[in-house]
């Protein structure tokens, strides 16, 4: 079992980063689907630790350093609007399915 | 009610819980630009917000009488007490959407003939031979097509002939329009006839022919005479003066709305967008469809190719939809018809029958091809594919496969059920889900999966670029606003 890291970015010299998510904050479907988006550009270890999901991002090819640090905004806010997304999945689930079958109903869900 | 009562939650429950301010509906989202997102409701009703809005609504700290709080209300985002009826709404808006899946195959491509007397480097399935009896549809097979067309439970039955060069057996097409004509004295089908051709075997005959059913003639025009030409080769070089020649013909007899014309993207095409276009506007058409390079006959084996060939095209693409509003800015009704088929799924209630924006893919629901020897392909690029070795999309053969057979096989039901957008990874929460499809057999072809990585994928990059560019054309640019709404019909 390798050491917890602490801090919540690390830029190792070979070009790869270690972004820690709290697991207070961030679900690991989130932070699994946000890496999904951007494995066009990076490949990606996750790893489930006490506090917090590591995730080992190495991108594919040489990226200048600007570049990757917007690469690394993006990846942290698609992992927010991953999470809110689930959120909304939640509390919504019910009445999705409440419209769904009445969209393939004949007859109306609501009266009677 | 049986099924409120024991599979759903009924009606009181959601009023119920309204007592603490709103509630939301189901939406999915996607980001616009650095400060905006686009949101879609379940219907596929959409609306940009800015970041702040849009996690304010989520996180319940919207102010109810508030501009935003009004427009997300009325536009089926999130409901209260007083929106008793948006569920019923937002039900029967979903149920218009989905309507045209019902329909079932409209589309049926009878390929007459592999042969032609062009040879398009493009074109994975003519063939320069003279051998009738190896590359032409029997009667045998026309009929077992023709049957299996009006097992079709759809209305609306189009009979279109392709090739090769449909016209070199006109023979055949002769027979199943009066085959199919008699039939359907009894079935009563709208039924329409197209043939897809190059016009160059067209003869006076010919068009007497569709006169007397009302065919109308699609034919290929790839831009100005020296592409055109360069695209699609024939013994003489001069496949574009028998295009002009033949659509002067068709205007005359069979009048110029019986006339369309497709255009094929290549390589060479992709620095002419304004060239081709004005080819297109002198020839008298009204529209263009500027189509996506195909994957078919490139070597197009590797992601990355994948993903520069798309980029090249989305530029050839801008150009040539900056133009064509320009156009209509100065007056010239001029549609673009891949814009004009996105926006309608955008901005109307109405679903739409083409292939690649549906979920589940068309294929075979929308359209279906029988191939000259009798093999049923799920569409026009299964058979393409199949041509270069890999027949993963051909479901039977209509000598030996029932319409049930075929219709039920897992060769087309498993790609059906895996394309359906609500569930594949990444599509199923993007904020352009309602817009957007699937094409199994594009992504087959680049990445040997039904599915494919979206985060690779040429056709998703097309997609998402266009559908954020043309809802920054509405929201940002008004004059172009007014251009793009007089593209939808109402
Ligand atoms: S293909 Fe791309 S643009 Fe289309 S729904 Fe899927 S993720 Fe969205």
């Known amino acids: 079992m390798t050491k917890e890291s602490t801090t919540p970015l690390v830029k190792n010299d070979d070009g790869s980063l270690i972004i820690l998510f709290p697991k207070s904050v961030y679900s690991l479907d ?82 009677g | 009610m049986a099924l409120a009562s024991t599979k759903f939650k009924d009606l009181d429950f959601f009023n119920q819980s309204l007592e603490s301010g709103y509630k939301l509906l189901p939406f999915n989202f996607i980001k616009l630009d650095d400060s905006r997102y686009v949101i879609t409701n379940i219907a596929g009703e959409y609306l940009v917000i800015t970041k702040e809005d849009l996690y304010a609504v989520a996180n319940k700290q919207l102010c109810p009488g508030s501009p935003v709080y009004n427009t997300l209300k009325s ?11 948006a569920l019923e709404l937002l039900a029967l808006k979903y149920r218009t959407k989905m309507a045209p899946l019902a329909n079932f195959t409209g589309l049926h491509l009878f390929v007459t003939t592999l042969r032609c007397d062009h040879s398009c480097p493009y074109c994975q399935v003519s063939r320069q031979s003279e051998d009738k009896a190896a590359f032409d549809m029997t009667p045998e097979i026309a009929d077992k097509a023709i049957d299996f067309t009006f097992q079709s439970p759809s209305n609306e039955i189009k009979i279109e002939f392709q090739g090769g060069e449909s016209l070199l057996n006109f023979e055949m097409v002769k027979y199943v329009v009066e085959e199919a004509t008699k039939r359907n004295q009894t079935e009563n089908r ?47 070089k001069d496949s574009y003066e028998k295009v002009m020649t033949g659509m002067q013909k068709v205007r005359e007899l069979l009048g110029p709305d019986k006339l369309g014309a497709l255009m094929t993207t290549t390589k060479d095409s992709l620095t002419q967008a304004k060239p081709i276009i004005d080819e297109y506007v002198e020839q008298g058409f009204s529209s263009i469809f500027l189509r996506p390079l195909s994957p078919y006959g490139f070597a197009i084996k590797t992601k990355s190719f994948d993903a520069y060939q798309t980029e090249e095209w989305l530029k050839f693409y801008k150009e040539g939809l900056d133009y064509i509003i320009e156009l209509n800015k100065q007056g010239l009704y001029f549609i673009e018809d891949y814009t004009a ?150």
């Not at chain 2, 536009?75 to 007083?82: A, P, S």
């Not at chain 2, 003639?217 to 831009?223: A, F, N, P, R």
């Not at chain 2, 005479?225 to 080769?233: I, M, S, T, Y």
Request: glycine share 6%; net charge negative.
């Open chain 2, 75 to 85: 536009k089926h985002f999130i409901y209260d007490d007083d929106s008793s009826v």
């Open chain 2, 190 to 236: 709208d039924l329409q006839f197209v043939i897809a051709t190059n016009l160059s075997p067209l003869t006076d005959g010919m068009l007497d022919f569709c006169l007397k059913y009302d065919i109308l003639i699609s034919t290929s025009l790839d831009g100005p005479e020296e592409l055109h030409n360069g695209n699609r080769p024939r013994p003489g």
């Open chain 2, 341 to 490: 088929l996105i926006l309608n799924k955008m901005l109307t209630p109405f679903g739409t029958t083409y292939v690649d924006l549906q979920s589940p893919s068309g294929m075979a629901i929308s359209a279906i091809v029988f191939n000259y020897d009798g093999d049923i392909y799920a569409s026009d690029e299964s058979r393409m594919l199949a041509e270069m070795g890999e027949k993963r999309f051909r479901l039977g053969n209509l000598l030996q496969d029932t319409y049930e057979g075929v219709m039920l096989s897992d060769a087309l039901l498993g790609p059906l059920e895996a394309t359906i957008t609500e569930s594949m990874p990444m599509c199923n929460d993007c904020g352009f889900q309602n817009y957007c499809g699937s094409d199994p057999v594009y992504h087959y072809a680049t990445q040997g999966d039904i599915i494919g990585n979206k985060a690779f994928s040429g056709f998703c990059k097309k997609n998402m670029t266009i559908m954020r560019h043309l809802i920054k054309l509405l929201e940002d640019d008004p004059e172009a606003r007014d251009v793009l709404l007089s593209w939808v019909r109402v």
């Open chain 1, 30 to 111: 989130a932070v699994k689907k946000a890496s999904y988006k951007f494995t066009d550009s990076c490949s990606f270890l996750i790893n489930e630790q006490n506090t917090a999901y590591e995730v080992l991002c190495k991108p594919t090819a040489d990226i200048p350093s600007k570049a990757l640090d917007e690469l690394v905004n993006s990846f942290c806010n698609e992992v927010l609007d991953q999470d809110l997304r689930e959120r909304i999945a939640s509390e919504t689930h019910a009445v999705r399915s409440l419209i769904l079958a009445q969209a393939f109903s004949k007859t109306s869900l609501l009266e």
